[in-house]
């Protein structure tokens, strides 16, 4: 303090400001490496956001934005007065929300035993073949799907094989939305455990040495020391999840419906896209609109709840 008393006030650093560029003087090739996906975010996610204005118009293409009539919420009352609004929004919540709980509990399986398999080569084989359907496009496995699926496919050809009658996978409710979800589950379950195999990685081997030293076996030190050591990440995955609450993956939806499982198999994004291609501007925005601000609440939501349940932060 002594030092500092003679020199003038501007020229004392304070020191977090000191401690701040010294880490981006050693971290600015990460901030690099960060900029292109802030660009893209800022190009294609935040300029565009003024369009929203569309919502609250009767927007009309060759009037634009700024002399387009306004209407306020009437674009958002007429989603629910609709009488098939209220099952596609069902539809999303259904798929969605079992493709969110099973897309959890089993790349947390599949990287418990995968963690277990001690011959690097196996193990490393067995990652490659499930990370590949993840890099596959939903156009090629739609494709694939519509063939497999179909009642003088493989799938059915099998079944009547063993006496069974077939089964219209792609052309009955049920079936179709089991379907969607099962081959979401098998395209990117291995992908997902991607992240539940670093956190193992991660734990102490020392832990597991104490454990086997006191008895327990292999199914106690899993209970007591991997689930615990994986439920931070476990809450991570989950409440980031929670904002794709209402994104039941149109590309999947889209390359596999059909007319006979619309009721069923409608999701929030496929009705958008619908009512885009028949003009209606104003009330696809408003739906769009009013999908992501329920999951901006649902995040939100998930994070306090992250914070206050599991002592989870991100800042």
């Known amino acids: 303090m002594k030092e500092l008393a003679g020199k003038p006030a501007s020229t004392v650093v304070p020191k977090a400001s000191r401690t701040g560029k010294k880490i981006f003087r050693n971290t600015w090739q990460f901030h690099l490496m960060l900029l292109p996906a802030v660009l893209v975010a800022l190009i294609f996610k935040y ?3 003024p369009g929203i204005v569309i919502a609250f118009q009767d927007f009309k293409p060759w009037l634009g934005m700024n002399r387009s009539p ?5 674009n958002f009352q007429f989603i629910f007065m609709m009488h098939d609004s209220k099952q596609v929004i069902w539809n999303t919540l259904l798929i969605s929300g079992l493709k969110i709980v099973f897309g959890l509990i089993f790349p947390v399986i599949f990287a418990l035993l995968l963690n277990e398999i001690r011959l690097i080569g196996l193990k490393r084989s067995i990652q490659t073949l499930v990370y ?3 890099f596959m496009s939903w156009v090629i496995l739609g494709g694939i799907l519509l063939d497999l699926l179909s009642l003088e496919g493989m799938l059915n050809r099998l079944l009547s094989a063993l006496s069974i ?3 219209m996978f792609l052309g009955e409710g049920n079936w179709f939305r089991f379907t969607v979800i099962l081959s979401d589950l098998w395209k990117e379950f291995g992908f997902g455990a991607i992240v539940f195999l670093a956190a193992l990685s991660g734990i102490n081997p020392s832990l597991y040495e104490a454990a086997e030293i006191d ?7 899993t209970l007591h020391i991997t689930l615990p050591s994986l439920l931070p990440i476990i809450v991570v995955v989950f409440t980031l999840s929670l ?3 209402l994104n039941a993956n149109f590309d999947q939806i889209y390359n596999l ?3 006979l499982v619309l009721e069923q198999g409608d999701i929030i994004d496929t009705y958008v896209y619908r009512a885009f291609q028949s003009g209606q501007y104003s ?3 408003a739906v769009g609109l009013f999908k992501s601000v329920i999951g901006f609440i649902l995040i939100g939501g998930g994070y306090y709840a992250a914070h206050k349940w599991a002592n989870y932060r991100i800042f």
């Open 243 to 245: 904002g794709n609450v």
């Open 215 to 221: 008895g327990a076996g292999r199914m106690k030190q």
């Open 165 to 167: 009658d077939p089964i």
């Open 257 to 259: 419906i059909n007319s």
């Open 283 to 285: 009330l696809a925005t």
């Open 47 to 49: 300029a565009p956001m």
């Open 70 to 74: 306004w209407v306020g919420l009437e």
């Open 132 to 134: 590949l359907p993840h």
